[in-house]
């Protein structure tokens, strides 16, 4: 395109130096209509063919224009409040034809307020091919009669999706809107503007967006339908226990299985089980119920898991025998009160000798260092039962269900906010050992954590299997504690990993330059330097020049034997692995949240993955998450939108990534360094984004500070970022785009202060 316009613009510097003659008499036939018109641009629209057009703003002068084969032409630069006309020569294989003039077209005074547009429709639905999980709709819309050229759209889900932009490209008026979510209603406004002039009523077009099974009828693509039909139906056995039956409707499309809660009102979980997909009913025997209950159902398939189905029953005292008659209620009354005080008697003679043992035991106990707590701390402690506390958050049955039996527990790897990380070794059924991590709360966990425990492994189950990211291997119930069991990475987060490095080659550097002062001391004697007999100094120059050069061989073995070592190379590919984590992590609508080089893992290979599910969210419906309450934030790897409203989008990870880039080129550094924490943001208001490390070249910090842009929309996605890293990959030399020479001998670098 810019080639045939280049020639277009030759043509059109050629023709105001001859002029226009027809050589054939026959007159253009061009048809020329306005189609659009603007303060400084119009647009005509005409039949195909090639043309010579002429512009005039009186009746006696006419310029050449410019050469243009096709049916549309745009004027631009024109003066506002003025009026144009145009001359048209066809081109044929004959020759020049004779001209067609148009009609006067006025441009737009510069205060002139365009009229609004109507009639705005939809006109298709299509899946956007850059997200699958979203559409895109092309809508069209007709122009007022002063046929505006320039329109800004305003989209807008009603809560938290916006977008505003200008369509200022000639185009048949209609245009394409991306990233609708499924199940949603849109408004989609169309707003006619000339400069900063605009119409204060704008027309508006509502666009409801159909849910992802109404669009695809697919399973392995949707999450399934919610239950419907949900009944639930007891019968009493004796006492508060019942046979309790539940059943639901048939679906229309089978999901891979369904979840089955009961619970109490105060959400006490009673019974729990999981059924297959085909199933439509499922029997509880022997339930101890209260008076009242609720039945909770989700179905699951390889698109996600349902909304959660629930209904309420209320249960009357049908264990009581209404139709006994009087005398047989008195006879039972006395009976059961004789039979009480007799148990009575026995118990109460059996609690005091059970109780005069058990404060003989509680007394051996204090014995054993335990004199400081009080006797009542002591019981509690020795009756405490922990079990009860997962009970209200079952384990869901599937897949990833492993057997306690074949894992072994060894040494803390490290802890977090409300778990441990230990080394395990899980056995396969053919008796082969794998070192794995194993992931479990610490003691005495509040029922918060547990759920955030819980929601860590639905994640990571939705997540899926992917080289770059820490991958579920199973969960289970050990020592009647839910555990978590993921990939073991052994040489532990990428910031230690490269902090250990470059300390590593630091010391090799100090080494260095320590044997280069003893050798220069040793060149002098008494501080007077040693000179030869030759009076040009000549064997002097060559002794020094040799140890120079011994000295540089010295430190290139030196760090040759460092355990550890990374190129620049080595340092690009593990920011361009990460961004084949969060694209995967992204497609599938799970934000991260807390993406830093503390929460990448190291692996032997050179393998690098994402770990720490703890803080993210899975967004399958908005990809959005807004922080509720007031958690710890890692402020300096956060998004300036996410620091100001709290709201976290896959943008806001991209942000992030452009730290962790940062964290990559400077060998683990801390980020905005000697800046105090609370003041990041508002230098972030002012435009202020860290500066270029003196290692990195301007196209690598140009990757990474187009991570840090204001507008989350304009930011890059993971994709596109791994295309740019691909790209710096595949013309790397050494030291080209990162030089690690600068990492390593800067003695002035303030980089280099690394905070614990």
Known sequence: MDTEETKQDACSNYLNEIDLDPTVDEYTAANVSLHCIADKKMTVKFNPGMYIIEQSVSESTWRPVKVITGSVATFTNLTAGTDYRFRFYEITEDGILRPEMTDWFSTYEADYIPLQVKNI?????????????????EVAFEPAKDRNCNYE??????????????????????????????DKNYSVSVISVNGDNRKDTVDTKFVPIPSCLEYYNNLTICAPAGVEGLQAEHRHLYDQFYDLNVVWDEPHLEPDNYTIEVTEANDTLLVTDNVPGNQTEIFFP???LGSHYIVNIIA????????????????????????????????????????????GMIYLQYYKQKNKHFSVECA?????????????????????DYESEFNNIPLVHDKFELSPKLLK???????????IVRLGSLEDKFGNTTNVAVKMLKENPSMEDVQNFHKEILIMKFAGQHPNIVSLIGCCLLYKKPVLVVEYCCKGDLQTYLRKIWQSMVCVAFNYRARLKCGEDSL????????TNNSDGKQQNDQNIRGIANRLYDIQQDVEQLTETVTASDLLNFARQITTGMECLSSNRIIHRDLAARNILVCADGIVKISDFGLSRDVYQENLYRKQGNGKLPLKWIAIEALTHQVYTTQSDVWSFGILLWEIVTMGAHPYPGIPTNVVLKLLKTGYRMERPSSCSEELYDVMFCCWNTRPQNRPTFTQLKESLDKLLFHQSENK???????LYDDQDQYRILKK
């Open 524 to 531: 002098t004697d008494n501080g007077t330097e040693y000179r």
């Open 121 to 137: 429709s939809v006109l298709a639905l299509e899946v956007d091919e850059n997200n699958g999980r979203s559409l895109l709709a």
């Open 286 to 288: 022997n339930v101890k």
């Open 737 to 743: 785009y990162l030089n690690m020479d600068e990492i």
């Open 300 to 343: 699951e398939s390889l698109g996600g898991v349902s909304v959660l189905t629930t209904i309420e029953k209320d249960i009357v005292n049908e264990y009581a025998r209404v139709n006994k008659s009087y005398r047989e209620l008195i006879i039972g009354v006395t009976m059961s009160i004789t039979i009480a005080i007799l148990v």
């Open 153 to 182: 759209v305003l989209l807008w889900d009603g809560e938290l999706y916006y977008m505003h932009y200008r369509l200022d490209k000639e185009t048949d008026f209609q245009f394409k809107t991306v990233c609708l979510a499924f």
């Open 409 to 419: 527990l060894n040494n803390i790897l490290g802890s977090g906010a409300y778990g």
């Open 364 to 384: 051996r106990f204090e014995s054993f260092g335990q004199k400081d707590q009080p006797i009542e701390t002591t019981t509690k402690l020795l009756h405490k």
